[in-house]
């Protein structure tokens, strides 16, 4: 098994330009999260998703937005990329059960000049 | 409202030596606690978690915590530390909120001296 796997590992943008990034996973969990993170700042939540089809948002969604068409894959989007964006972004993936174990893919380092 | 704080942002050690990390928790309700360990320019992997079971809990590498309600702290220690233990360290609490997604602390950063 992979695991969670995240797509690019790194990239740099322009402000304005949009982009994509891809999480996928192959343990058939139900939800998954993606989660920036800054320094001095731990991990922060932007949306989550419960199930296929499904997204909500999370403490900082503004900015982004997200889409979960298959049940392993789970895309955060960026559509006019602001330096503010600058940030490591992680995806997680966790079974429907009690445990709140969530699996966390290698992260993309995203930066915007 | 669940949070953690993390009390360190760094902590230095020597090999060999005791390992602290101390993390305070708010919960309105039973926590369920955890703590990842992230090396550099890696992603984030569980050392142990609490779920209401023992308070003192085993995790991996030889880290071990202990849930203590009285003081709503669940801090993170080692006997004897190696240089490979040398990351940073995150508390984490399950959020009770429809989210039912995780809240971080800041980090500790440990360094391991030679």
């Known amino acids: 098994n992979a695991g969670v796997t995240q797509t690019p590992k790194f990239r740099v943008l322009k402000t304005g330009q949009s982009m994509t990034l891809l999480c996928a996973q192959d343990?058939?969990?139900?939800?998954m999260y993606w989660y920036r993170q800054d320094p001095g700042m731990g991990l922060r939540l932007i949306h989550y998703?419960?199930?296929?089809?499904?997204?909500a948002k999370g403490e900082v969604p503004d900015g982004y937005n997200v889409s979960r068409l298959k049940k392993q894959n789970f895309l955060l989007g960026l559509e006019s990329a602001a330096p503010s964006q600058t940030s490591v972004y992680f995806c997680a993936s966790r079974t429907s059960g009690d445990s709140y174990e969530q699996y966390f893919g290698p992260g993309t380092r995203l930066t915007v000049t | 409202a669940q949070s953690v704080t993390q009390l360190d942002s760094h902590v230095s050690v020597s090999e060999g030596t005791p390992v602290l990390l101390r993390c305070n928790y708010s919960s309105s309700y039973s926590p369920s606690l955890f703590w990842y360990v992230q090396h550099p320019n890696k992603g984030l992997q569980l050392l142990l978690k609490y779920t209401s079971a023992a308070t003192l809990v085993k995790g991996i590498n030889g880290f071990e915590a202990e849930f203590k309600k009285s003081e709503t702290s669940f801090h993170l220690t080692k006997p004897s530390a190696h240089m490979s233990d040398a990351a940073e360290y995150f508390c984490v609490v399950r959020s009770w909120t429809g989210r039912r997604a995780l809240t971080f602390g800041s980090g500790t950063r440990l360094q391991v001296q030679p």
């Open positions: 998703s419960v199930g296929e089809g499904t997204t």
């Open positions: 343990m058939n969990h139900e939800y």
